[in-house]
């Protein structure tokens, strides 16, 4: 039992307990609300911006291009290529996609995504470049002599004081042939003739956008451009048939064969070239001239003859197209040039592979291909493509990349487009960009003999999209070719130079897209 002075004690102490717990519980309630009030002025606030120490190059590359830290953290994106195109950079990620079982992360297919390390081009840029396309050549101002400039600005303002004169001339004729001066007929009629012929100078000056196409593929645009003449003149025949649609058809009819004279202005001086056996090629192209002149001039008056015996305007057309169009096949065919375009190198690689000779040059000119259908023309090799071209899976970019590490491109095939690609890197030269023209070449003739399958075998002379090799597939084609071109390619540039062959990459037109490091 407790003494009496230990429960006096106890009684004593009690007061003093309960004014404790009526002070931790005012405390209490008071940290609470504290704490809430706390916690809702930090959700309210916004997230802090990172320290400048935390923003790496890499990071801040991915700023530019659009992605914030949330977005690189988060999907953990690899950077697995860099490409530069006409100044401008861009970087490609891919997703990781776990590990393998030897350690090495695996990218997700189907994956790769592109960042302009730029910011967009200003509208004016955008416009000055449009137009530099048009009246300038290709690398200006390094790709001509410093006279160019002086040159064109004053044929510019010759042909700008030749057109409006031409105005006030077409009148004057209008009225020699009896038109009165005093009715608005010839001003109407001088300004209707001066639409169709303005149709005609624009269309010309848009296609005059081709550039280099009439250096590499002249044969074809040249062939081409007669075929658009012939279209320009059934246009203006055209005409009588429905005269109320006079100014549109006419229009178009110019726009036809200025397009044409544009191609056979383009192509004259290199084929003239062809044949000048020395510094005489100045005196081949005036007789050249003479002699179709004189053509013309007979062709004109057996016309005249014709004419007076009233034929059948859709006969006499259709049978003087058909020999124009046949003479102009033929002629394109006689020209035997020494370079080797996209077209005579394919002719001369696949005669290399199958039979280990060069064709000469009378050989390898016959066999190229004059008339290319638009509708129908797949070319199973690109040159110079953009990354996102040619790479769909990381994974493939991955697998083929160290075979070409001593090299200054990079080849491979994409199954779901059917084509061979050749990407160069930043340091490719000339002798480069042939190399890998051959490697695709070779690589094409790889894939092509890879399937075994007899039934695919008549498809696939017609379709190259049918051969699907797998990744480990196409490690293997690209080791092979690899061997092939080592040994091959020298062997390949002495038969061709002893043929008389002149190898050049520019006449292969490739692509301005180029692979650079990772670090620069």
Same mark, same amino acid.
């Given at each position: 039992m407790r003494s009496n002075s230990e429960k006096s004690a106890m009684k004593l102490k009690h007061p003093s307990n309960?004014?404790?717990?009526?002070?931790?519980? #005012?405390? !209490?309630? +008071?940290?609470?609300?504290?704490?809430? &009030?706390? @916690? $809702?002025?930090?959700?309210?606030?916004?997230?802090?911006?990172?320290s400048a120490e935390a923003v790496t190059p890499e990071r801040q590359d991915l700023r530019l291009g659009g992605l914030s830290d949330d977005q690189f953290v988060d999907s953990s994106l690899r950077v697995i290529c860099c490409e530069e195109i006409d100044g401008r950079r861009w970087k490609y990620l891919a997703e990781n996609d776990g590990f393998r079982s030897h350690g090495s992360k695996q990218l997700k297919k189907n994956c790769i995504r592109s960042v302009c390390l730029q910011s967009p081009q200003a509208p004016v840029d955008e416009l000055?470049?449009?137009?530099?396309?048009?009246?300038?050549?290709?690398?200006?101002?390094?790709?001509?002599?410093?006279?160019?400039?002086?040159?064109?600005?004053?044929?510019?303002?010759?042909?700008?004081?030749?057109?409006?004169?031409?105005?006030?001339? #077409?009148? !004057?004729? +209008?009225?020699?042939?009896?038109?009165? &001066?005093? @009715? $608005?007929?010839?001003?109407?009629?001088?300004?209707?003739?001066?639409?169709?012929?303005?149709?005609?100078?624009?269309?010309?000056?848009?296609?005059?956008?081709?550039g280099k196409k009439f250096d590499y593929d002249l044969k074809q645009l040249r062939f081409a451009g007669d075929i658009m003449m012939e279209l320009g003149a059934g246009l203006e025949l055209a005409t009588?048939?429905?005269?109320?649609?006079?100014?549109?058809?006419?229009?178009?009819?110019?726009?036809?064969?200025?397009?044409?004279?544009?191609?056979?202005?383009?192509?004259?001086?290199?084929?003239?070239?062809?044949f000048a056996r020395g510094e005489n090629i100045g005196d081949v192209t005036a007789k050249g001239e003479c002699?179709?002149?004189?053509?013309?001039?007979?062709?004109?008056?057996?016309?005249?003859?014709?004419s007076k015996q009233n034929p059948s305007l859709v006969t006499t057309f259709t049978l003087l197209s058909c020999g124009y169009l046949m003479s102009s096949y033929q002629e394109v065919k006689s020209v035997v040039l020494h370079t080797l375009n996209r077209a005579r190198f394919t002719v001369a690689v696949e005669s290399f592979l199958k039979t280990g000779q060069v064709p000469t040059l009378h050989e390898g000119n016959s066999m190229e291909h004059i008339l290319n259908l638009p509708w129908k023309e797949h070319r199973p090799i690109v040159l110079g493509p953009r990354f996102k071209d040619a790479f769909e899976d990381p994974n493939s970019y991955l697998a083929v990349e160290p075979i070409f590490e001593k090299e200054q491109y990079i080849v491979t095939y994409n199954p779901s487009k059917g084509k061979i690609y050749a990407l160069f890197k930043d340091q490719a030269k000339s002798d480069d960009i042939l190399k890998a023209a051959f490697h695709a070449h070779v690589l094409l003739h790889i894939v092509r003999t890879s399937n075994k399958n007899p039934?695919?075998?008549?498809?696939?002379?017609?379709?190259?999209?049918?051969?699907?090799?797998?990744?480990?597939?196409?490690?293997?084609?690209?080791?092979?070719?690899?061997?092939?071109?080592?040994?091959?390619?020298?062997?390949?540039?002495?038969?061709?130079?002893?043929?008389?062959?002149?190898?050049?990459e520019s006449l292969l037109n490739p692509g301005r897209a180029r692979l650079s490091e990772l670090g620069s």
């Open positions: 309960s004014a404790s717990q009526t002070i931790t519980s #005012t405390d !209490t309630r +008071l940290l609470v609300r504290e704490t809430l &009030r706390i @916690s $809702a002025n930090l959700a309210s606030a916004p997230p802090p911006y990172p000055t470049a449009f137009i530099r396309s048009y009246v300038v050549p290709e690398g200006f101002p390094d790709s001509v002599t410093p006279s160019y400039v002086p040159y064109m600005t004053w044929r510019a303002l010759k042909y700008f004081f030749g057109g409006a004169m031409g105005v006030f001339t #077409t009148q !004057t004729l +209008l009225s020699s042939v009896g038109v009165s &001066r005093n @009715s $608005a007929v010839p001003g109407a009629v001088a300004i209707n003739w001066i639409i169709k012929d303005g149709a005609g100078r624009v269309g010309k000056m848009l296609f005059a956008r081709q009588a048939a429905v005269p109320h649609f006079f100014l549109p058809l006419a229009c178009v009819a110019n726009v036809s064969k200025n397009v044409a004279a544009v191609t056979s202005a383009s192509t004259r001086t290199p084929i003239y070239k062809a002699v179709a002149n004189m053509a013309d001039l007979l062709g004109t008056g057996l016309s005249i003859l014709l039934s695919s075998l008549g498809k696939r002379e017609h379709d190259f999209s049918v051969v699907r090799p797998t990744l480990s597939d196409l490690q293997s084609h690209n080791a092979e070719s690899y061997k092939m071109v080592s040994a091959l390619y020298g062997p390949f540039k002495n038969k061709a130079t002893e043929q008389g062959w002149v190898m050049s």
